[in-house]
Nanobody
Framework: QVQLVESGGGLVQAGGSLRLSCTAS????????MGWFRQAPGKERSSVAA????????FYAESVKGRFTISRDNAKNTVYLQMNSLKPEDTAVYYC???????????????????????WGQGTLVTVSS
């Protein structure tokens, strides 16, 4: 089981950039597929991006393709979300999640399948002003 801590959220103007980080405790980070999700006020949680355990495969929600990039550094037990060209509609609490690679694929994570089996972080708030 991993424990996850997100950081990097904040207030940014539209068109700006932020990089979120999610650091995991434990030795099993590299055996987990990882994902970023977000929940805007009054809305359900939705997927943003996911990355396979080795970093070779990435998947994105349509709304962020071409603007956001997910990456990971297994030596640092950290997954990143680089967010460029931010829009006010990107405002949300952003969560990272981990799923055992043998149980749930990264592609399944971006479709939020079996999300009850994910390990979640506590979230970090991103606010994009217009």
């Amino acid at each position: 089981q991993v424990q996850l801590v997100e950081s990097g959220g904040g207030l940014v103007q539209a068109g700006g950039s932020l990089r979120l980080s999610c650091t995991a405790s434990g030795r099993t980070f590299s055996t987990h597929n990882m994902g970023w999700f977000r929940q805007a006020p009054g809305k359900e949680r939705s997927s943003v991006a996911a990355i396979s355990w080795g970093g070779g495969s990435t998947f994105y929600a349509e709304s962020v393709k071409g603007r956001f990039t997910i990456s990971r550094d297994n030596a640092k037990n950290t997954v990143y979300l680089q967010m460029n060209s931010l829009k006010p509609e990107d405002t949300a609490v952003y969560y990272c999640a981990a799923a055992p690679r043998l149980d749930i694929t990264a592609q399944a994570m971006v479709n939020m399948r079996l999300s009850n089996l994910y390990t979640w972080g506590q979230g970090t708030l991103v606010t994009v002003s217009s």
